[in-house]
């Protein structure tokens, strides 16, 4: 399982867009780059997947440059209500994937 | 749609006790499940995988143990608890391409 690197913290107040990169130099051609959103005493939750180039839902957007080696995820005009870990993930997009989260990037929103 | 339960919710035991976690899923046949265990501020470290009944991966050493007795049931257990094995204990199940999770179980050993 390729190993993905996120910053720690990041800090943000309402209204602004914020992008969070995730590097995976050791990306797999079968690979995809899965986002999670986590808040305090909850399971993750599933919000983006990309293989390559751009994927957009109604809660985000993620941008996967051509070689692959990172992935960032965008969130427009993030609320208080977007203060959460979110975890990068990189694995083959099987049945029987052992996802691998590391400490993720814990996101501030301020007002 | 997945629906993941997990009980109790929240546990207090203490060191040495016996420890039994139940995890029901709802929705699929033969789901792919997982147990992983996160510390506070911390990730979540992947226990076991279990892609059928009677068949547990264990990925990292302990004292902890998993059953799956029957298909859509995954249970954790331990004979005898350690401080160490304190945190949030979550049970998933592998969809199409992402994981569901359930809500969890805060298990304090003291």
């Known amino acids: 399982l390729a190993k993905t690197t996120q910053p720690i913290s990041m800090d943000s107040y309402e209204g602004q867009e914020v992008n969070i990169t995730c590097s995976h130099n050791n990306i797999a051609t079968n690979d995809y780059i899965t986002w999670y959103q986590q808040f305090p005493s909850q399971g993750p939750r599933f919000i983006i997947q990309g293989y390559k180039t751009k994927v957009t839902n109604e809660v985000a957007s993620l941008f996967i440059p051509a070689d692959r080696k990172s992935s960032t995820l965008s969130l427009p005009r993030v609320s208080l209500s977007d203060t959460a870990v979110y975890y990068c993930?990189?694995?083959?997009?099987?049945?029987?994937?052992?996802?691998?989260f590391g400490d993720g990037t814990t996101l501030t929103v301020k007002p | 749609s997945q629906t993941i339960h997990q009980w109790p919710a929240t546990l207090v035991q203490p060191v040495g006790s016996p420890l039994s976690l139940e995890c029901t899923v709802e929705g699929t046949s033969n789901p792919n499940l997982y147990w992983y265990r996160q510390a506070a501020g911390r990730g979540l470290q992947l226990l076991f995988y279990s892609v059928g009944i009677g068949q547990i991966s264990s990925e990292v050493p302990q004292n902890l143990s998993a059953s799956r007795p029957q298909d859509r049931q995954f249970i954790l257990s331990s004979k005898k608890l350690l401080l160490s094995d304190s945190g949030f204990y979550l049970c998933a199940q592998q969809g199409a391409g992402e994981q569901y999770f359930g809500p969890g179980t805060r298990l304090t050993v003291t």
């Open positions: 993930l990189v694995e083959p997009n099987t049945n029987a994937g052992k996802s691998t």
